[in-house]
Structure formats: structure tokens, C-alpha cells
């Protein structure tokens, strides 16, 4: 049997290794190409508007400053007329789940036999009853890790409006150095296929905002309605919870039925009734009405996506999952020939 001599020249190895250097590379920086395409879609969603602007016949940098002016102020805005109640109604709700072990008792006596919850002479129930308040507050309250944590998403925050104002600016000149790259006899392709990504996130983000808006516009109606004093977080955190399909809508409406149920139980059942009303009505008129023009993506494709995404990327993997899934789609659409009409760039 004739042995059989495998020779690897310098350069693939040299290519093998630039490959895996490569690869290393961008798993490490993978974290700003995720805050780059937030610029992106960022730059979708308020192009429109200053297109709007330039139709008035102001040059596009003004009409950027424009749009960013009014977004800024309406953002500030907002934060300027909720920051304060919502920082009073937090620290309420963690005052009142502290009293969640006394409530528990008195509903269920039984508890407080030293015979049930006496495990090896340990009493259970003393030490969550002596512990609890800790347990809230040093769960809830860790100062110097919060100002960091504060800091870090600030500064995402300004990276990403940087860009985006960037991005707004040079938008035609970023359209045009991509193309350069690209063959020729496809450039025209490749820049439709960009024209309609960039129409579709912003359709995409304006629209998940409207929905998340009506959404916790009901939160609060509701929640105010029974006499609920924290309507303003709980509907906050409806409206963010939007954000993630699926998912999202459920998380927010069991944590605002269990503040109900902990805090006033009597309230629970009409909780639960206004919170599948609103989530029905959310499902069945408002998405799809707001939605309708964004492209239809199968439900679960969706969810396996959302649980990949918060694998790999926490929290913030599951909110873009949904952009990235439109982009690979449009993609998709293109190479197979299967785009949808033209209408994705008659109007955006």
C-alpha cells in the first residue's frame, strides 16, 4: 500500500490562520457592529421625516438638525414629565412587596407553625420574615454598579444618535462608497436591495413604537381605572416589554397581575380580564393595522429566533432579533428573485 505525502503551502496556512484571526477579530468587536445597525435603523425610522424637510427646501444637513431637535425634545419631554412619578411609584412598589411575607401569613396561618416550616431546628419562616427587607433592597439597590451600568448605556446611547446623525448626513455618499465595492453590472441590484432594508427597518421601528405607545397608553388606562398606584412604571414597562414578539406582551401582563394580586388581591381577576382584553386587542387590531405594510415573517421563525438571540445576546438579542430576521429575508427575497413589488421604495 503506497503511503500518500499531504502538502499544505505557506499560503493557505497564512490564509487558515488570517481566517481564524479574522474571525476572532469580529467576535470581539462583534458589540459595535450590533450599535452600528441600531444606527442604521435608527437612520431609517427619522429619514423620512427629513426627507419631509428637504421637500421644504432646506438643505439636508438642516433638516437633520431639524429632525434630531424635535425627536430630542419630545423624548426629553416625556422623560420630564414621568421621570419624577416614576422614581416615587418605584420606590412604593418596593416598599409594599417588602410587606408581601405578613400578607402570605395572614392568608395562610398554617405557615407560621413552627412544625411545618422547622427544617432541622432551622425556622424558615423567621429568617425569610427578618431577611426579606434585605433581600429587596440589596436585590434592588446596588449603587455603584447602577451608576456604572447608568454611564455605559449613556454612552451607547450618544454613540448610537452620533452615528445615526452621521449616517443622515452622508447617507447617499455611504450608499455610493458601498457600491464601489461591488461589481458594476450589479451595483443597481445591490443598491435597490439597500433602499428597500433601509425602508423596510424603518417601517419596521416607526411602527413597533406606535404599538408599543397603545399599548401602554391601555396599561395605564387600566391600571389607573382600577386605582392601581403604579400605573406609570407597570405601563413603562408594557410598552418596553412590547418590543420583544411574543414574549414580551406575556412577561408584561404576568408582572402587572401579580403587583395586583400581591398588593390589592381583590383586584386580581379584573387584572387579569383587562389584560387579556389588551392584549387581544393588541394582537388582533392594533399590530396588524400598524404593521400591515411591514413584511409578514412566520411566527416561528420568530420565537426560535428570539430564543436565539437572547442566547447569544441577552436582553438586547432579543429585541433586534426581529430586524435581523427582516433583513435575512429580504435578502433571501432578493437572491431567490422572490422581492416583493416595488411599492417598498415608492413610499416610504
Not at 36 to 57: G, N, Y
Not at 141 to 158: G, L, M, R
Not at 314 to 342: C, F, M, N, S
Request: hydrophobic share 55%.
Amino acid at each position: 500500500m503506497k503511503s500518500q505525502t499531504i502538502e499544505i503551502s505557506t499560503k493557505t496556512i497564512f490564509i487558515v490562520i488570517a481566517t481564524l484571526v479574522g474571525i476572532y477579530f469580529f467576535l470581539k468587536i462583534a458589540f459595535v457592529f450590533v450599535l452600528i445597525f441600531l444606527s442604521f435603523i435608527l437612520m431609517s425610522a427619522i429619514d423620512p421625516l427629513v426627507v419631509w424637510f428637504e421637500k421644504r427646501k432646506l438643505p439636508r444637513g438642516i433638516s437633520v438638525i431639524f429632525s434630531m431637535l424635535i425627536i430630542i425634545i419630545v423624548v426629553g419631554f416625556f422623560f420630564y414629565i414621568t421621570i419624577s412619578p416614576i422614581t416615587n411609584q418605584i420606590d412604593q412598589i418596593v416598599a409594599a412587596f417588602s410587606t408581601i411575607p405578613q400578607k402570605l401569613a395572614h392568608i395562610f396561618p398554617f405557615i407560621k407553625s413552627n412544625s411545618t416550616v422547622k427544617i432541622g431546628g432551622f425556622n424558615l419562616y423567621k429568617y425569610i420574615f427578618n431577611n426579606f427587607h434585605n433581600f429587596v433592597v440589596s436585590g434592588a439597590v446596588n449603587v455603584s454598579q447602577t451608576t456604572i451600568n447608568v454611564i455605559t448605556f449613556i454612552a451607547y446611547i450618544v454613540f448610537i444618535l452620533v452615528m445615526s446623525i452621521y449616517m443622515l448626513i452622508y447617507k447617499e455618499h455611504f450608499y455610493s462608497t458601498t457600491l464601489n465595492f461591488i461589481p458594476k453590472q450589479e451595483r443597481q441590484r445591490i443598491d435597490h436591495m439597500l433602499r428597500r432594508i433601509e425602508i423596510q427597518l424603518g417601517r419596521w421601528l416607526r411602527g413597533q413604537l406606535l404599538i408599543s405607545l397603545f399599548v401602554g397608553i391601555l396599561f395605564w388606562i387600566y391600571l389607573t381605572i382600577l386605582g392601581i398606584p403604579y400605573a406609570i412604571p407597570l405601563s413603562l414597562f408594557a410598552a418596553f416589554c412590547e418590543a420583544i414578539p411574543f414574549v414580551g406582551p406575556i412577561v408584561s401582563g404576568v408582572v402587572a397581575s401579580l403587583v395586583v394580586f400581591f398588593i390589592f388581591p381583590n383586584l386580581f381577576l379584573l387584572s387579569v380580564i383587562a389584560v387579556i382584553i389588551i392584549q387581544q386587542l393588541e394582537a388582533n387590531l392594533i399590530a396588524p393595522k400598524i404593521m400591515e405594510r411591514v413584511i409578514g415573517i412566520n411566527p416561528l421563525i420568530v420565537v426560535i429566533g428570539i430564543f436565539i438571540g437572547t442566547e447569544i445576546g441577552g436582553l438586547l438579542g432579543a429585541l433586534i432579533v426581529l430586524p435581523i430576521i427582516t433583513v435575512i429575508q429580504l435578502l433571501i427575497y432578493d437572491i431567490w428573485g422572490e422581492g416583493k413589488d416595488d411599492s417598498l421604495s415608492k413610499n416610504n
